[in-house]
């Protein structure tokens, strides 16, 4: 039996991924919470094979808190399973531990495939995002800025973009202000910005809102 924990803050979205477990073999739903404190309250007291997680779940940055599983449950294997745009997250993702990334908006039947690979250790992404990791589209400008960005860049900016502080993007990410400050700057340069405002239009070209 594949052992697996749910992990996102939208309990419809719970409730459909429990029914498509349901009705396949071999798995085992052990939990589904909403926030990154009941997830590792969860883990703390039984250890799925996988944790299929949504990036934007509560509390913990979700690129944070792979790292965290990878450090605390390094047995446990993730898979993401967002809304937020695949070719703008998923090698993000995959650098900070995850062994997948699976999209809202796929088939349902894409779940259990890759709650499958993902437990056999092997990592799983859509053919669809394979050929766009692949090929670096002429039209897709930003994204080929945003390929110049360190996992903890994209962190940083897509904090700062969804309206954090400098002070709130260090307690996220467990930083000083300082080191904030310094990430404010680089991605500055890396996006040929030279004030805030730009910096978060850059942002919201690179669809991190």
Known sequence: MIKVVIADNHPIVRLGIRNVLSTAADFELIDDVGT???????????????????????????????????QEFPEVKVLIYSGQSEDVYALSTIRAGAFGYLSKTA????????????????????????????????????RRFFRKLSTREVEVLKMLASGKRNKEVAQGLNLNEKTVSTYKARLMKKLNVDNLVDLLQQAKALELY
């Open 36 to 70: 990154t404190s009941e997830l590792f309250q969860s883990l703390k007291k039984s250890t799925p094979d996988v944790v299929l997680l949504e990036l934007d779940i509560p509390e913990i940055n979700g690129i944070a808190t792979i790292r965290k599983i990878k």
């Open 107 to 142: 088939d349902l039947d894409y779940i259990v495939a890759a709650l499958k690979k993902v437990n056999e250790g092997k990592m799983f992404i859509t053919n669809e995002l394979a050929q766009r990791l692949a090929f670096d589209e002429g039209t897709q400008k930003p």
